[in-house]
Each structure stands twice: as structure tokens, then as C-alpha cells.
């Protein structure tokens, strides 16, 4: 069974910082990655998608990676503003399905 | 552009009713996944259709039960709700299918159900 994981659980910085969040799966026979971004009692807006062939994908100030072999990805938030602050979860595809299982999400308070 | 649509976007339901959710894919996605998200959770996988036929399903309720029309639509039906069904209901869309062709998802902005 695939579990996805997220560290940290909360994050908080000053206004200008680069940042990065961290996201490990268990199971590397993955077909995509997407991160999303959630504010509170909102939708999921899709922020990135890096397929399982991919290393690395960029939009904007936001940069994420992807290692499969070793289960890993990391967004990476350039020049943080206080409008980033928000919940940031990681999703993979499991083996066998379509579904998308979810880490437990980084909350981020970027300060003014 | 055009984004996934759910309705209703609140839902205030009693113990034991039922309820009915509504999601309407982004043009053109032949793909429909719903997924829960009680509070303070991530979201849970409950079920999915790619061109009218079930292609996945998680941990869905034997209470829950969904489908997808012939117009893409689709709609999870919910019955004999306890509280702890009160969560927000996502649903997402996308093109491709079952894996491994595997597309985005784009997901809507939630149907809000509280059980009292």
C-alpha cells in the first residue's frame, strides 16, 4: 500500500525566503507526482505535475523534483510572500489505479 | 477555462438521510475521481469512472454509491449518514483513463456536507 508522507507537518518563515518542502512515497513504481496547494476549508488547486519520467518541473517562483528511486519530492518556493501561506500537499499515483494518495500536507506561514 | 463543478457546495444533512452530490468534469475529461476530506485530514480516495464504467474504488462506505452518466457527469449517493460522513466531498476530473496512462487532475472546489 502506497503512504506518502510530508515534512514538515508546519512550516513558518519571514517574508522573502526561499524555502523547501519534502515529500517521501513508499513505493517508487509511481506514474505521477502532482503538488497542490489547499486553503483553509477550500478547494485543491493543482500547482505542479512532474511524470515518473521527469526530473523536474518549474512555474513561476515554484520549482519541484523528483527522485523515484529513492521515493522522493521537493517544492521549492523562491522569494516566499505572504500570500503563499497555505497548506501544500503531495500526491502520488498509486500502483495499479489512478487515485492520487495524499500526504498529510506542510501548513506554511509565510510573515510579513 | 471551464473548471470541474460540484453542487451543492453546502450541505446540511440529519443522521440517517440520504444526500446526493453532483460533479460536472472539465470539457472534453472522460475521467471522474471523488474523494473525502474530514477536517483536519488529507483527502481519501473513495471511488472512480473513466468513460461510464467504475475504474478504481478506495475505501468507500457500502452505504456510498456513484456513477457516471452518459453526459460525464457524476453523482456519489450517500445514504443512511452518520456524523462522521461530515467532511468535504472533492471531486476531480481528468482525461486518460485508468493507469498507466495517468493525466492530471484537476479538482473541483467541494461539496461542504455536515451531518447533524
Known amino acids: 500500500k502506497q503512504e506518502v508522507t510530508q515534512i514538515p507537518a508546519a512550516l513558518s518563515v519571514p517574508e522573502g525566503e526561499n524555502l523547501v518542502l519534502n515529500c517521501s512515497f513508499t513505493?517508487?513504481?509511481?506514474?505521477?507526482l502532482q503538488w497542490f496547494r489547499q486553503d483553509p476549508g477550500k478547494g485543491l488547486t493543482s500547482l505542479l505535475l512532474?511524470?515518473?519520467?521527469?526530473r523536474e518541473q518549474t512555474s513561476g517562483r515554484l520549482n519541484a523534483s523528483l527522485d523515484k528511486s529513492s521515493g522522493r519530492s521537493t517544492l521549492y518556493i523562491a522569494a516566499s510572500q505572504p500570500g503563499d501561506s497555505a497548506t501544500y500537499l503531495c500526491a502520488v499515483n498509486s500502483p495499479g489505479g489512478s487515485r492520487l494518495t495524499f500526504g498529510e500536507g506542510t501548513q506554511l506561514t509565510v510573515n510579513p | 477555462a471551464a473548471g470541474v463543478i460540484q453542487s451543492p457546495r453546502h450541505l446540511i444533512k440529519e443522521k440517517r438521510e440520504t444526500a446526493t452530490l453532483k460533479c460536472y468534469p472539465i470539457p472534453r475529461h472522460d475521467t471522474v475521481y471523488w474523494y473525502q476530506q474530514g477536517p483536519g485530514q488529507d483527502p481519501q480516495f473513495l471511488i472512480s469512472?473513466?468513460?461510464?464504467?467504475?475504474?478504481d474504488k478506495g475505501s468507500i462506505p457500502d452505504r456510498f454509491s456513484a456513477q457516471q452518466f452518459s453526459d460525464y457527469h457524476s453523482e456519489l449517493n450517500m445514504s443512511s449518514l452518520e456524523l462522521g460522513d461530515s467532511a468535504l466531498y472533492f471531486c476531480?476530473?481528468?482525461?486518460?483513463?485508468?493507469?498507466?496512462?495517468?493525466?492530471?487532475?484537476?479538482f473541483g472546489p467541494g461539496t461542504r456536507l455536515t451531518v447533524t
Open positions: 512532474i511524470q515518473s519520467s521527469q
Open positions: 476531480a476530473s481528468s482525461t486518460g483513463g485508468v493507469a498507466p496512462i495517468s493525466y492530471e487532475q484537476y
Open positions: 469512472f473513466y468513460e461510464k464504467m467504475q475504474s
Open positions: 513505493d517508487s513504481a509511481i506514474y505521477n
